[in-house]
C-alpha cells in the first residue's frame, strides 16, 4: 500500500527479490542448493546514500562561474491550481476531454544515442528533463506525458538515480527498460509505479532495424490500458505550475547554447512567429520523427544541481552512475518569449513538485504550453543573446 491509499504493484518486487536469492544461491562452490524461501521486501529508505567517490572525470568549466540565486529566506505563497477542471496543470492548456487529466502521469524514459536520431514521441511530451550519462559523453531524457498522447514513444531505456527523483514529483509511473542491479533495488523501494520492462512486458514493442539502442517502443494508450488493466490507473489530479501569458520582463535570449557533451551539445532558437524555442543538436535541427517536425518548447527551463559521482556501475566500462542532486533548492533560468529570467528553484518537501522564483522571491511564471528542463552542474555555462 502506497503513501496515497493504493495498492502498490509488489509482485515485481518479489519477483526480483527471489531473482536476486536465487542468482545467490548458484553462485556457491558449484554445488546445487536449495533456495531459501522468499522473503518480504524490507520498508524503503527516504533517499539513497552511495560512497564518496573521488572525481577522475573533470567537469566542464566556465571562464566566470554563474553565482547562484539565494533563495528567500522569507515565506513565499506557493502557486495556487487555476478552479479551470479543463486546465491541463503541466501546460496551463485547456484539454478537449476531462477524462484526459484523470490518468496517472507517464515518466518515459528515452535514449539519445546519435545514431538513433530522430526519437519518436518527443515532441508530445508535456514536459522533458534532460540530463547527462555517466561517462559524460551523452545525455537523455525522461518525457513527461498527461494530457498529450504519443502513438509511438521510441526508443525506451532504462532508468536512472535521477528518477527517483523525477517521478515521485508527479505521482507517475516509471517507464523504462532494465536498470542497474542497484537502481533496480531502489526503485523497488519506492513508493511510485515501476513499469520496467523486464517485469511488465505487455506495453511494451521491438521496431525491427534498429540496434538494441533504438528498437524498444511503447505507446501513451498502451501504458494506460496496461495500467487500467492492473488497477494502477489513477483519478488523482496532479499538481503543477504557475503560468501567465504576459510576457515577463527579463533580458533578451533569442538564442541559448547549453554545453552539454559534443554528441549532444544542444541550441536553441527563439521563433518569433511561433512564440517558441526551436531545438537543435549539434547544430542540427532535432526532429521528431513521427511528424518530421522540429522539436520546440514554449518554455526551456536550465535547472543548475550538483552532480556528485557515486560508485554504482552503469556498463561494462566501469562508468559510475551521476546522483543529480534535486533536493533543496538551487540557481534557475526560465526562458521564454525571447526572454531570460534569473532565480531558483526549491523543492517545498521530499518527492514535491520542484517550483521556480524569481529574485524577488515570487512565484515564476511560464509559458502556456510545453517545457524542456534542462539539467546542468552549477559551474556550467549557459550562453545566451
Not at 42 to 69: E, H, I, N, S, Y
Not at 135 to 161: C, K
Amino acid at each position: 500500500m502506497d503513501t496515497r491509499g493504493r495498492l502498490r504493484p509488489a509482485t515485481q518486487r518479489v519477483a526480483w527479490v527471489s531473482l536476486f536469492l536465487m542468482t545467490m544461491a548458484l553462485s556457491g562452490c558449484g554445488q546445487k542448493t536449495t533456495p531459501e524461501p522468499t522473503v518480504a521486501v524490507q520498508a524503503k529508505t527516504p533517499r539513497p546514500t552511495f560512497t564518496p567517490v573521488a572525481t577522475d572525470t573533470p567537469l566542464p568549466t566556465a571562464t566566470t562561474v554563474p553565482t547562484a540565486t539565494p533563495v528567500p529566506t522569507t515565506a513565499t505563497p506557493e502557486p495556487t491550481s487555476t478552479p479551470d477542471a479543463l486546465i491541463n496543470p503541466l501546460t496551463g492548456l485547456r484539454v478537449s476531454d476531462p477524462a484526459l487529466l484523470e490518468r496517472r502521469v507517464l515518466a518515459v524514459r528515452v535514449g539519445n544515442d546519435a545514431s538513433i536520431r530522430p526519437q519518436e514521441g518527443l515532441g508530445q511530451a508535456e514536459i522533458v528533463y534532460e540530463e547527462i550519462m555517466e561517462g559524460w559523453t551523452l545525455t537523455r531524457f525522461t518525457a513527461i506525458y498527461y494530457a498529450h498522447n504519443a502513438e509511438r514513444i521510441r526508443p525506451i531505456r532504462s532508468a536512472r538515480l535521477v528518477s527517483l527523483a523525477i517521478a515521485p514529483q508527479y505521482d507517475a509511473a516509471l517507464v523504462h527498460s532494465g536498470a542497474s542491479d542497484k537502481i533496480r533495488w531502489y526503485i523497488s523501494q519506492a513508493d511510485f509505479v515501476d513499469l520496467d520492462q523486464y517485469f511488465h512486458e505487455a506495453p511494451y514493442g521491438v521496431l525491427e532495424g534498429y540496434d538494441w539502442r533504438g528498437r524498444m517502443y511503447t505507446s501513451v494508450a498502451a501504458v494506460h490500458d496496461y495500467l487500467v488493466a492492473t488497477g494502477q490507473e489513477t483519478g488523482e489530479k496532479v499538481e503543477g505550475y504557475l503560468f501567465d501569458a504576459a510576457v515577463p520582463p527579463g533580458d533578451a535570449a533569442e538564442s541559448v547554447a547549453i554545453p552539454y557533451p559534443e554528441l549532444c551539445k544542444v541550441d536553441w532558437a527563439y521563433d518569433a512567429e511561433k512564440g517558441r524555442y526551436s531545438r537543435e543538436v549539434q547544430s542540427e535541427p532535432h526532429l521528431d520523427a513521427l511528424d518530421g517536425e522540429q522539436i520546440g518548447a514554449e518554455n526551456v527551463v536550465v535547472l543548475y544541481a550538483p552532480h556528485e559521482k557515486t560508485d554504482i556501475v552503469e556498463d561494462s566500462l566501469g562508468s559510475t552512475a551521476i546522483d543529480i542532486q534535486l533536493e533543496g533548492s538551487g540557481r534557475v533560468q526560465v526562458f521564454r518569449d525571447g526572454v531570460k529570467i534569473e532565480g531558483a528553484w526549491r523543492q517545498p518537501g521530499e518527492g514535491e513538485l520542484i517550483q521556480f522564483y524569481g529574485q524577488d522571491g515570487d512565484p515564476l511564471a511560464l509559458k502556456p504550453g510545453q517545457t524542456w528542463i534542462e539539467m546542468v552542474p552549477p559551474d556550467y555555462l549557459v550562453s545566451s543573446e
